[in-house]
């Protein structure tokens, strides 16, 4: 024998009827700290500010930089010149 029951109800009634508790207030309250967070700490990973941080931290990452956009750029690549 097959039984089907169809159970038509809401996530909220869902949960009350299961005994789970409401967590909608807390999940809001989480949200809205983590998008004030958010916001605050935006412009510290934009790429202007990311790029001033790591050049500043070592003054010798921008001669690195430099020589890497250098041989990236140059007329001739390192496997032309060993040949």
Request: aromatic share 8%; charged share 25%.
């Amino acid at each position: 024998m097959k039984v089907t029951i169809n159970i038509d109800c809401t996530p909220e009634e869902a949960r009350q009827f299961m005994g789970l508790p409401d967590v909608q207030p807390l999940q809001q309250a989480m949200m809205k700290q983590m998008e004030e967070r958010m916001i605050v700490e935006i412009d510290r990973f934009s790429p202007e500010n990311l790029l001033k941080t790591w050049f500043s931290g070592m003054p010798q990452n921008t001669d690195w930089m430099r020589n890497v956009m250098g041989g990236m750029f140059s007329p001739g690549s390192s496997d032309e010149k060993k040949k």
